[in-house]
């Protein structure tokens, strides 16, 4: 027993002493130095190039053989050949290119339900000393990249347009829902969206001129536009849209909910005694409008008291309507406050409010109107009248 021990003690440390020497060359393990690069592959491709680099300079040749397909669930796809062999690819300059077509991978099915997420792997070997091998997996993929929106379109600081996502609300604003499909094709064969509202309406075609062409990265773009005001509010708005390449077909969903037009702007501000105190009900922000400082055109509501009467006044762009549907604050329904306002009788001043009561307003910046709804939370003043203030919050936007 002491010379097995004996024994194996010193075959370690010759191949200790032997493993710490410097090589003379570099030493290429198996499945060292290996890579692919597979092309894009949908449901929609008829084909996919793929490229398989070796780093070994001793590689001229690669065998490929496919041994089998799987659905997305790794369920195996029967085919006609279970495991195909490929045969040999030359390597030149480190790569192995070839392509290979969707019938010889496998996938065989026309239902893009059941080959969007299929796989078939690829067992390549080198035609060197002890054969390294590695695999590759080639996906099935959905042509879809990208369903977003709505968004608008906008600019960055730099000038440069950009999207920002958006809801949509009870307004004119249009707005925009965008597609983007990838294919190693140069377009698709047809591209349609149909439309209902709500989930017991009825499917109808829109009948839009879109694109089916890729550009030059391989991308088919193109959008619809949505406006709130063709729909009612909480109407959810769904699309269904339908691409088509021979006899493969695949199909997108996605709802767009309509809401209902609020004010977003929300605050509070105190008007006083103050001499030109005043508020800007643009900016949101108190502004002194003085005899020395006479061009603040912005000072658009100040507080006007007089013997125990509060009210409000405006000397530049505003006008008021007091409303007596005080819920309409709460509600915040910004279609509703403006119908109040029109209903209304406006007038550059207001008087005798007390607390709680709600006053509508329009004021104007550069010819633009912009609405709004206050309602007052305090009026007080002392028993000499030289103190006094309103507290008023808002809601605008």
């Not at 592959?41 to 053989?65: E, I, S």
């Not at 390597?91 to 239902?111: H, M, P, Q, Y």
């Not at 550009?215 to 509010?233: K, P, Q, R, T």
């Not at 709802?255 to 977003?264: A, E, G, P």
């Amino acid at each position: 027993m002491r010379k097995i021990i004996l024994y194996s003690i010193v075959i370690a440390a010759l191949a200790f002493f032997s493993g710490c020497e410097e090589p003379d060359e570099v030493k290429y393990d198996v499945g060292d130095g290996f890579s692919a690069q597979v092309g894009t592959f949908t449901v929609f491709d008829n084909n996919v190039d793929v490229n398989f680099y070796v780093a070994n300079p001793d590689v001229n040749q690669v065998t490929v053989k496919n041994m089998g397909c799987f659905s997305a669930n790794d369920n195996p796809i029967a085919h006609n050949n279970q495991v195909m062999d490929f045969g040999t690819l030359e390597v030149n300059d480190g790569v192995a290119s070839k392509t290979f077509s969707r019938s010889e991978l496998g996938f065989l099915d026309n239902s893009s339900d059941t080959l969007i997420g299929a796989y078939c792997q690829l067992k390549v070997t080198s035609q060197i000393e002890a054969n390294p091998t590695n695999y590759v997996t080639i996906t099935m993929n959905d042509p879809l990249e990208m369903l977003e929106g709505p968004y608008v379109w906008g600019t960055n600081d730099e000038g440069e347009p950009t999207k920002k996502m958006v809801d949509v609300y009870h307004n004119d604003d249009e707005q925009y829902i965008k597609y983007t499909m990838m294919r190693n094709g140069s377009s698709i064969d047809n591209m349609t969206v149909e439309q209902k509202v709500n989930a017991d309406g009825t499917w109808s075609e829109m009948g839009l001129d879109l694109n089916t062409q890729a550009d030059n990265g391989g991308y088919i773009i193109d959008s619809l536009s949505i406006v709130g005001n063709d729909f009612n509010v909480d109407d959810t708005v769904h699309y269904r849209f339908t691409a088509e390449v021979g006899s493969y077909t695949t199909m997108y969903m996605h709802s767009v909910v309509v809401n209902q037009l609020t004010f977003d702007e929300t605050g509070s501000f105190t008007l006083d005694q103050e001499e030109g105190k005043s508020f800007d009900l643009v900016n949101n922000q108190i502004v002194y409008d003085t005899l020395s400082d006479a061009s603040v055109d912005s000072a658009d509501v100040t507080i006007n008291y007089t013997a125990g009467n509060f009210g409000l006044k405006s000397d530049y762009n505003a006008e008021f309507v007091k409303t007596s549907n005080t819920e309409l604050y709460q509600e915040n329904d910004k279609e509703a406050i403006i119908a109040e306002y029109e209903d209304g009788v406006p007038s550059a001043m207001i008087t005798n409010l007390t607390e709680e009561d709600v006053v509508i307003y329009r004021t104007t910046r550069d010819s633009e109107e912009y609405y709004g709804i206050l309602q007052i939370e305090e009026a007080m003043s002392n028993a000499s009248d030289t103190e006094y203030h309103m507290m008023i919050t808002y809601r605008n936007n």
